[in-house]
């Protein structure tokens, strides 16, 4: 009798300011398929560190889930373990390296935040990541809030310079061997929806999925959508019955 396929653990990976309440939708549904793995990405300076880190800590195949600065993680984890990424999310992120110009934008940022606390940056960099109805909800405003407001200035620094060093995903892309779903809110501008078809053209078995009304926070935004995407796309690949096993 053949040997079964080792149950994957899910991987959740979030984005800069953020924590694990980006996977409260998420995690219960993916912990009834397998283990899930939250890892705490506040104190961070190295993207690749961050995923080698993250690889150390777990066994076996993964299934690994990346928000925005999460999904850059995910690609450092493809580029040092390509043959233990059972299937990749790759949500509201972006592959290449460091922009023109996007030093002095993102150091502006921290010296404001270690002048004047995270609540002098909280409001602006919200407004400029969520969709526009999103800021008509009042309970969802001010539960993104708090939690950016649980970074400290230490911490969004080192997220920052982890940033400012990654290193340009590009070549990665094409030895991506996996199963891919990258997705996008319709209405994120800061990674947009092309963004994610440019990609979806560079990786082998990938597709595109598009997140109505809902912009780079998206799994605040829309998080019935995304969980709903997320697990009808592990089951049409595979992933679930696998991990269910």
């Given at each position: 009798m053949a040997a079964s396929t080792p149950t994957p653990t899910f991987v959740l990976l979030h984005g800069l300011?953020?924590?694990?309440?980006?996977?409260?939708?998420?995690?219960?549904?993916?912990s009834r398929l397998g283990p899930v793995l939250i890892p705490r990405l506040s104190g961070l300076d190295s993207l690749p560190g961050a995923a080698a880190e993250t690889l150390a800590h777990t066994r076996g195949p993964l299934v690994v889930v990346g928000h925005s600065m999460g999904g850059r993680i995910a690609f450092e984890m493809a580029r040092q373990a390509p043959g233990r990424c059972a299937g990749l999310v790759l949500m509201n992120t972006g592959y290449r390296g460091l922009g023109d110009g996007e030093t002095p934008r993102r150091m502006a940022q921290v010296e404001a935040a270690r002048a004047g606390g995270i609540e002098a940056i909280v409001d602006a960099w919200l407004d400029g990541m969520i969709a526009p109805r999103t800021r008509n909800d009042a309970a969802l405003m001010r539960s993104m809030r708090d939690m950016v407001l649980r970074s400290s200035p230490e911490s969004?620094?080192?997220?920052?310079?982890?940033?400012?060093?990654r290193p340009d995903a590009t070549e990665v892309l094409?030895?991506?061997?996996?199963?891919?779903?990258?997705?996008?809110?319709?209405e994120d501008s800061w990674s947009p929806l092309a963004q994610h078809h440019d990609m979806a053209a560079r990786i082998p078995d990938s597709e595109v999925a598009a997140i109505p009304a809902a912009g780079h926070m998206a799994p605040f935004e829309a998080p019935e959508a995304v969980t709903r995407t997320i697990l009808e796309w592990l089951d049409r690949r595979g992933l679930a019955s696998a991990a269910a096993r």
């Amino acid at each position: 009798m053949a040997a079964s396929t080792p149950t994957p653990t899910f991987v959740l990976l979030h984005g800069l300011l953020c924590d694990g309440q980006t996977w409260s939708h998420l995690a219960g549904p993916l912990s009834r398929l397998g283990p899930v793995l939250i890892p705490r990405l506040s104190g961070l300076d190295s993207l690749p560190g961050a995923a080698a880190e993250t690889l150390a800590h777990t066994r076996g195949p993964l299934v690994v889930v990346g928000h925005s600065m999460g999904g850059r993680i995910a690609f450092e984890m493809a580029r040092q373990a390509p043959g233990r990424c059972a299937g990749l999310v790759l949500m509201n992120t972006g592959y290449r390296g460091l922009g023109d110009g996007e030093t002095p934008r993102r150091m502006a940022q921290v010296e404001a935040a270690r002048a004047g606390g995270i609540e002098a940056i909280v409001d602006a960099w919200l407004d400029g990541m969520i969709a526009p109805r999103t800021r008509n909800d009042a309970a969802l405003m001010r539960s993104m809030r708090d939690m950016v407001l649980r970074s400290s200035p230490e911490s969004f620094a080192g997220q920052i310079q982890a940033l400012i060093g990654r290193p340009d995903a590009t070549e990665v892309l094409g030895r991506i061997a996996c199963p891919t779903l990258l997705m996008s809110g319709e209405e994120d501008s800061w990674s947009p929806l092309a963004q994610h078809h440019d990609m979806a053209a560079r990786i082998p078995d990938s597709e595109v999925a598009a997140i109505p009304a809902a912009g780079h926070m998206a799994p605040f935004e829309a998080p019935e959508a995304v969980t709903r995407t997320i697990l009808e796309w592990l089951d049409r690949r595979g992933l679930a019955s696998a991990a269910a096993r």
